[in-house]
């Protein structure tokens, strides 16, 4: 079976700052992991993902991640946080082979004027 | 390429009704998956089609839940006899299998149940 965690449902930056959303995961095989981004009575829009190869992956709107597998983390950074990043970010993992994603509960972003 | 449609977009109902909701993938995608989203939590899957074949249903698909995929095309998703729990989010996502794991979300149907 497989899990996220996000630590933080709510997390709050001043505009300008580094953004760091935090995802943990299990897994009992090699994961694909995701971040996506939804905003208010949208339907979810992909950041990000990892499936092989390098493990520093980047996205779109400058958002960038790391996968850590002996830390089973993929938090989701962004040097310097815009207005418009204000959304909630969802993590999600696909065990390898299975399709079905499994994602965590969600951090709502709000950035600071 | 117009993306993943769903309709309608809202739809409010009493208890004890039927309701059908509609998804249309993108157009050369074989995959669609159904997730539900209740407020405050992550999207959870329901079940998903390859092209017209129904490959796997969660458990949280009760008997009261069927999804369709006719030619493999556009899918519904019913829902008999409707609960105030069945009140969410109802998502429709697409994929084509063997491309780029990616699975394009559409923007939802929301069901409120009174």
């Known amino acids: 079976a497989q899990s996220v965690t996000q630590l933080g449902s709510h997390v709050s930056v001043s505009e300008g700052a580094l953004v760091l959303l935090r995802c943990n995961y299990s897994s009992s095989v090699p994961p694909y992991l995701f971040w996506y981004v939804q905003y208010p009575n949208q339907g979810l829009q992909l950041l990000l993902k990892y499936t092989t190869g390098a493990t520093l992956v980047k996205g779109i709107n400058g958002f960038e991640a790391e996968f850590k597998k002996s830390e089973t983390s993929f938090h989701l950074t962004k040097p310097s946080a815009h207005m418009s990043d204000a959304a909630e970010y969802f993590c999600a993992v696909e065990p390898f082979g299975n399709e079905k994603l499994t994602f965590g509960t969600g951090t709502r972003l709000t950035i600071i004027p | 390429d117009t993306g993943v449609s769903q309709n309608p977009r809202h739809k409010i109902t009493k208890r004890g009704q039927n309701v059908t909701f509609r998804c249309d993938p993108i157009?050369?995608?074989?995959?669609l998956y159904w997730y539900r989203q209740t407020l405050g939590q992550g999207p959870e899957f329901l079940t998903y089609f390859q092209n017209e074949a129904q490959l796997e249903k969660s458990r949280l698909l009760s008997d009261r839940f069927s999804a369709e995929r006719p030619k493999g095309s556009f899918s519904t998703l019913e829902i008999q006899r409707t609960e105030q729990g069945d009140s969410a989010m109802y998502l429709c996502?697409?994929?084509?299998?063997?491309?780029?794991?990616?699975?394009?979300f559409g923007p939802g149907t929301r069901l409120t149940v009174t």
């Open positions: 996502a697409s994929s084509q299998q063997g491309g780029n794991y990616e699975q394009y």
């Open positions: 157009s050369e995608h074989n995959r």
